[in-house]
C-alpha cells in the first residue's frame, strides 16, 4: 500500500515533469493572411501513443477577411478507405479522416471546434465542451454540432490521387464562428492541433492515429497539446 503509493506518486511527479516539458516545447505558428506570404507547411509523421511511423501528413493555413483556409494534404494515402453510406455529421471518425481542432485565445481550451474530413468529401463539425480538457473518465465530454454547416459557409473540397497515394481537402472555416468581425483577424491568437486516422478493410475497426503535436496519449481530445497560432 505504501510502496504503491510511492510509485504512484513518483508516477504522478514523472507525468507532471513531461507535461510541463512537453508544454514548454509547443509549437508556435505565425499564420499569414492569404496572399500575403506563403502560408506555413506544417507537417507530421508521428503515430499516437508511441510516436512511431505514421504517413506524412501536411496543413497549410491562411487567413483571409472572415475566413480560416487550410490545404490538408494526406501523403503515402494506400487504402482512401471510407463509408459512402455517411453523410454530414454522422461518426466519419470511424474511418479515415483528416481533422483540425481549434479554439481562439492563448489558454488550453475547455470548449473548442472541431472538423473532420473523410476522402468521401463528406465532414463533420461540431463544438466539443472537455472541462478536463483531457476526456478525464466521469467528468462531462459534450458535443454542440453545427447542423447546416454549408449555410454558414463551413466547407471542404477534396481530391483524390490514388495513383499518387495522395488525398487532399481544401477547407473554409468562417471566423465568425469564433467572434471574429470581417476583417479584425490580425492579431488574433488560437490554440489548434491537427490530426489523421488511417485504417483500411482489413485493419478495420482498428485505426492508426497521427498528430501534428502529439499528445502523451492516444486521444485527440488533450487540449493543453494544442500547438500556439498567431495572425500575422
Ligand atoms: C510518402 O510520401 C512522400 C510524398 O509524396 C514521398 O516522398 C515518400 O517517398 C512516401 N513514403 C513512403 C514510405 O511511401
Ligand atoms: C457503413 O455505415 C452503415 C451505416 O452506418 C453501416 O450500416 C454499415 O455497416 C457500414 N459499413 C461498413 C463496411 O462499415
Ligand atoms: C465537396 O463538398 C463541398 C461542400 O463542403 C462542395 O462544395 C464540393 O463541391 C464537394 N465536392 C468536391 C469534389 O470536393
Not at 490580425?186 to 485493419?203: A, E, H
Request: hydrophobic residues 40%; proline residues 8%; aromatic residues 14%.
Amino acid at each position: 500500500m505504501y510502496r504503491s503509493a510511492i510509485v504512484s506518486f513518483a508516477a504522478a511527479a514523472a507525468t507532471l515533469v513531461a507535461r510541463a516539458n512537453a508544454h514548454d516545447a509547443l509549437p508556435h505558428v505565425a499564420v499569414p493572411a492569404c496572399g500575403c506570404s506563403l502560408p506555413p507547411k506544417l507537417s507530421y509523421s508521428k503515430a499516437l501513443p508511441n510516436l512511431g511511423e505514421f504517413p506524412l501528413t501536411q496543413v497549410e493555413l491562411c487567413y483571409s477577411d472572415s475566413t480560416l483556409d487550410f490545404t490538408l494534404t494526406a501523403f503515402n494515402e494506400t487504402s482512401f478507405f471510407f463509408n459512402a453510406s455517411q453523410g454530414t455529421n454522422t461518426f466519419i471518425f470511424e474511418y479515415e479522416v483528416m481533422e483540425i481542432f481549434m479554439s481562439r485565445g492563448a489558454a488550453d481550451p475547455i470548449t473548442y471546434f472541431e472538423f473532420e474530413v473523410n476522402p468521401n468529401n463528406v465532414t463533420l463539425q461540431t463544438f466539443v465542451y472537455n472541462p478536463s480538457k483531457r476526456r478525464a473518465p466521469g467528468t462531462p465530454f459534450d458535443h454542440f454540432a453545427v447542423p447546416d454547416p454549408f449555410a454558414d459557409g463551413l466547407g471542404a473540397t477534396t481530391e483524390l490521387d490514388r495513383p499518387g497515394h495522395v488525398w487532399e481537402s481544401k477547407v473554409r472555416i468562417p471566423l465568425g464562428l469564433f467572434n471574429v468581425d470581417n476583417g479584425e483577424a490580425k492579431g488574433t491568437t488560437w490554440r489548434m492541433n491537427f490530426f489523421r486516422t488511417v485504417t483500411s478493410l482489413q485493419m478495420f475497426p482498428n485505426q492508426a492515429m497521427g498528430a501534428w503535436s502529439p499528445p502523451d496519449v492516444a486521444d485527440f481530445h488533450v487540449t493543453p497539446y494544442f500547438g500556439h497560432f498567431k495572425f500575422v
